[in-house]
């Protein structure tokens, strides 16, 4: 069963303006949400979760348990912005699950 | 420094050839997985293992093999490589504080 989808594999802004990947999730109990990056020739690395209410490199994400989204936000985008973005939950016994990614690109 | 490391990170091999990737950890997890993904596709977990002699099977249906004798060490074993292993294979560690941390990944293709 999908439990976790990003609806855009692409998606294209232009540097300054706001950035909004989404991602929504199924899963009965209480999620533990997370956001991957993988920048070029990088390795997949933890962006940010949502237990710790952080802002990473200027972006947010909030859980919204009633819309079952944990959409990633960004005022102003950077070029340095640029990158593959994975959404994904924690299951039971720590199980990841990863969505299909959404690769985001950054016009100057 | 804490780190995952994969060997082989390229690797061109025949069809019926058995194959292992490695994958070490000096991170002290003790949580390993390994997850198959195809170039802009999602990550598919196909092992998991939550210790020493503990292996489980992911979600993905792999015709592969796991072994954890050791908590730095995670093998994955194909015994006899297809066209349709071809793929790329990332080894991942997982903290106590539920966030699991990648490697570099081993691009593996049967030809």
């Known amino acids: 069963a999908q439990r976790v989808t990003q609806p855009e594999k692409l998606l294209s802004v232009f540097k300054g303006a706001p950035v909004e990947l989404k991602c929504n999730y199924s899963y009965s109990g209480s999620p533990e949400l997370f956001w991957y990056v993988q920048y070029s020739r990088q390795r997949l690395q933890l962006l940010l979760r949502h237990i710790s209410r952080e802002s990473i490199k200027g972006f947010t994400a909030d859980l919204n348990k009633g819309e079952t989204s944990f959409h990633l936000k960004k005022p102003f985008a950077q070029e340095e912005d640029s990158a593959m973005y994975y959404c994904?939950?924690?299951?039971?016994?720590?199980?990841?699950?990863f969505g299909t990614g959404t690769s985001l690109t950054v016009i100057p | 420094e804490a780190d995952i490391y994969q060997t082989p990170r390229y690797l061109v091999i025949g069809t019926g050839k058995k194959i292992t990737l490695e994958c070490s950890q000096t991170?002290?997890?003790?949580?390993m997985y390994w997850y198959q993904q195809d170039p802009g596709m999602e990550l598919h977990l196909i092992h998991y293992s939550y210790g020493v002699n503990s292996t489980e099977k992911g979600d993905l249906s792999s015709e592969s093999t796991v072994s954890r004798i050791r908590t730095e060490h995670f093998p994955l074993t194909l015994e006899s490589a297809r066209p349709s292993h071809t793929s790329q294979y990332l080894c991942a560690t997982g903290s106590s504080g539920n966030t699991i941390y990648f490697g570099e990944g081993s691009w593996l293709t049967v030809v």
């Open positions: 994904a939950l924690s299951g039971p016994g720590n199980q990841f699950y």
């Open positions: 991170m002290g997890h003790d949580k």
